[in-house]
């Protein structure tokens, strides 16, 4: 909206050493100015409709098109960076603060200004981007402590995390696990988790869709959902490992922004309301380990990742306090079906002579599986000896 140099009015709003050093011109010096500004554009999380949501999208995802042909990858998709205009309702993508050029666009930036030269292009650059909305193939690079360039494919997941973010948060959805579906999926501490949760949701069947009374929605979801999942090579076997690209993500875009069945009545962005639970069923939650699915195709990978999450809340639990525990006086049959199901999968992938690297830090971790799940077999039965005793020390009662 307009600014103002306080550096020409006065010398004490300039900084004098850029001139004294050696080849220093005045023109180096740092001047103190100040910048009036308007906002321009309102948060996806204020959308009117998840028509006009998908829409937006579907138009970012155009501009982030248009800068990577020109040579530019954003390379920091999030939700914050992702706005509507208040006039056409069209989204567009700002703060390009972490982008940088592709190397056909470092190519041509030497061809126009030969005599400037830019950051060097070094495939090794420091990934970038915003925690929750990271691609699988960055968590992967992550969680292996390796450097991975940060492609166009990356940016587009990272759109498609950004649409789940908000829906999750601002619509309807079926997810059983209602308003903590968000706070399970994003909540990661270490990519190991991230990875586990986001494989685990990209297999979900929805065999209802996951917006019943929206069935566009639901397809879009499910469509890209098959996408990302297939590029996520690097961490499951079972994807295909093509990557996603504009015209394939777009396709998806535009089939949904074509079909009938958009709700009629707005149904614009709900406020977002954190779930309040209990310390009792904090406590139940924690308690249960989350069985692998059967309708998910499981790698070694796959599995190795879920377990982390898995055994998460069973640690926690075997550092509760003793009476805290009240379990079946034998192993119950998820234990038993548990240990054989870790068992026969460390069968089926000798038998499949899979030869991968991280095959035997895998088959560690799934002895410690074991091994931890024997400990909590043998600690339930030193409480039930503790309860029997009390019971019969108290006449019967606890």
């Known amino acids: 909206m307009g600014s103002y140099n306080l550096g020409y009015l006065s010398p004490e709003h300039r900084t004098v050493t850029a001139a004294l050093r050696e080849g220093g011109v005045d023109l180096q010096e740092r001047f103190h100015s100040r910048t009036l500004s308007e906002d321009v554009g309102t948060s996806l999380e204020n959308y009117t409709s998840t028509l006009a949501l998908v829409r937006a999208l579907c138009n970012a995802i155009r501009g982030h098109q248009t800068a990577f042909e020109a040579g530019v990858l954003h390379r920091d998709v999030s939700v914050g960076n992702i706005h509507i205009s208040e006039t056409d309702f069209l989204g567009f993508l700002h703060d390009w603060d972490c982008s940088e050029f592709t190397p056909e666009g470092l190519a041509r930036f030497h061809e126009l200004s030969p005599d400037r030269s830019p950051n060097i292009f070094d495939q090794s650059l420091k990934m970038t981007g915003t925690y929750p909305f990271l691609a699988l193939d960055l968590l992967n690079a992550r969680r292996k402590g390796v450097m991975r360039q940060h492609e ?19 619509a309807d959805h079926a997810s059983p696990n ?33 917006f019943p009374s929206n069935p566009p929605l639901s397809r879009l979801v499910r469509d890209l959902s098959l996408i990302f999942y297939n590029q996520a090579s690097s961490c499951s076997i079972m994807a295909s490992g093509v990557p996603a690209t504009h015209e394939s993500v777009l396709a998806a875009f535009d089939r949904a922004l074509e079909s009938d069945g958009w709700p009629i009545v ?39 990742l879920s377990l982390s999450t898995s055994l998460a809340p069973l640690a926690s639990g075997l550092s509760r306090r003793a009476e805290a525990w009240v379990l079946p006086s034998t192993p119950s049959a998820a234990y038993k079906a548990t240990t054989s199901a870790l068992k026969r999968k460390v069968a089926e992938l000798h038998a499949a002579e899979l030869q991968d690297a991280e095959l035997e830090d895998m088959e560690k971790l799934m002895e410690e599986a074991l091994e931890l799940m024997r400990d909590r077999q043998r600690y339930a039965d030193i409480i039930r000896e503790r309860q029997k005793r009390r019971k019969v020390e108290t006449g019967g009662g606890i």
């Open 152 to 170: 166009c494919k990356h940016d587009l997941e990272s759109f498609y995390w950004v649409l789940i973010w908000v829906l999750l948060r601002h």
């Open 178 to 210: 209602g308003a903590m579906t968000c706070s399970l999926l994003f909540d990661a501490s270490f990519a190991t988790d991230a990875i586990g949760r986001k494989l685990y949701w990209l297999g979900q069947p929805w065999p209802h869709g996951l």
């Open 266 to 304: 707005p149904d614009g962005a709900k406020p977002l309301v954190p779930p309040i639970v209990s310390q009792p069923e904090i406590e139940k939650q924690s308690a249960a380990a989350p069985s692998i699915p059967a309708s998910l195709p499981i790698s070694h990978h796959d599995l190795s």
